[in-house]
Each structure stands twice: as structure tokens, then as C-alpha cells.
């Protein structure tokens, strides 16, 4: 067994046999053999994704601006995280492909395994509803929200504290940024004020990621305050 399919049943999730193979099939072998692809169940598992994640960072992330909002989802719904996914789930190990992606190695492509992933919840939502895609989806994806969050990467969080602060009249953040090390292994340290009040505090190989670690923390010190 896969660890795809150990996990489905760890979930409690039973897939139709017939949409867990058509989940797999991919158009080149589709091509070749006449027989029905996997492009309708990717396209009804990209939407379930979008809309199980969506909901999930709206509810998780009430302060974030659509932007941000869109950013945060676009870093764990777009081909290479789904690609990564896919890999960890032994996901290539199923498919079924055309003699000329298996010649050019199309069990390990990125694009073959991202739109494989979202078929797979396609036959999830059909064969069981979307309480168990749903199950699925927040299973896999949440701790991929939640990293992508903390680590901050998705989003300008300087531009969000800014605009917040602007927002309470306190004026602009003031960052000061301090460097440690050789050239070639340089940490640098920032910490930002907000009238005058350490917020946050940032240490980084450089010095933008290490005022955007400093502005995520004070994003989260004052909006949960």
C-alpha cells in the first residue's frame, strides 16, 4: 500500500475504485488506450481545494487584507507545494501514463503530480461528499497554511504593519537593524518600534527577512491585543 492509501484509511475516507483509478489517469495514457482521463475530477478537485482553503484562512486570519489572504492560499494550493505533496504520498507510484511521459520520467513531474493531487480530491468529493474531502484537505493542508503563516514568506508584513499603524494614527514603524558575523555567514538582527515600544524582534541571513520576521510579530502583538 501507498502512503496515500494508508492515509485515506486512517481518515476513514473509502474511495470508489473506479474514480480512485480514473484519479490517475493521466491523458497521455488516456490517448493512447481510449479511455476516459483524470482532467474532469482535477477540475472539481482544484475547486474544492480553493474553497476548503479559502474558508480555512478567512476563519484563521481575520486580519488579513484580501491580498494577503490570496498570497497565503496561492503558497500552498499552487503546483509545486501539491507537487511536494503528492511525493510524500507516493501519488506517482499510481499513475497511469502514456508510453512518452514514461519515457521522459512523468511519474516525478511537478505538473503531472500537482493536477494528480487535485484529482484525488475530486474522487474523494464524488465517492463520499464533502465532509470527507473536506477531511482530506484540512488533513494535508492546514499544517502547510500554518507554516507558510509563521514563516511569513507569502506576504509583505512591513506594508501590513505600516498600514496598520497608520490605520491607529501611532505613525510609521521604525526598524533598527544591527549585523553580526563574516561576510559570508552574516546574521543581521532587527527590531522594530511602534511609538517608541519594541514589537518585534527578527534575526536573519538578511536584513529584509530579518524586518519582516520582526514586522509578523508585531502584526500579531497588536492585533491580539
Partial sequence: MSRLEDQLKELGVEVDAQLFELSFTHRSFSYEND????????????????????????????????????KLRASVVSSAPLAKLARSLDVGQHLRLGKGEIATKGHDKTSILADTMEAVIGA????????????????????????????????????????????QGWGLPRYEVTGTGPDH?????????????????????????AEQIAARLAVTELTSA
Fill in 35 to 70: 479511455v476516459p482521463s483524470n482532467e474532469r475530477l482535477e477540475f472539481l478537485g482544484d475547486a474544492v481545494l480553493q474553497i476548503v482553503v479559502t474558508e480555512h484562512i478567512v476563519r484563521q486570519y481575520p486580519d488579513l487584507a484580501e491580498g494577503h489572504l490570496a
Fill in 124 to 167: 474523494i468529493h464524488l465517492s463520499q461528499g464533502p465532509e470527507a474531502s473536506a477531511r482530506f484537505v484540512h488533513h494535508n493542508f492546514d499544517p502547510l497554511i500554518a507554516a507558510s503563516a509563521d514563516s511569513g514568506d507569502y506576504a509583505d508584513y512591513k506594508t501590513v504593519l505600516q498600514e496598520l499603524t497608520a490605520r
Fill in 185 to 209: 555567514e552574516r546574521t543581521f538582527t532587527a527590531v522594530v518600534h511602534v511609538q517608541e515600544r519594541v514589537m518585534g524582534q527578527g534575526t536573519a541571513p538578511s536584513k529584509k527577512r
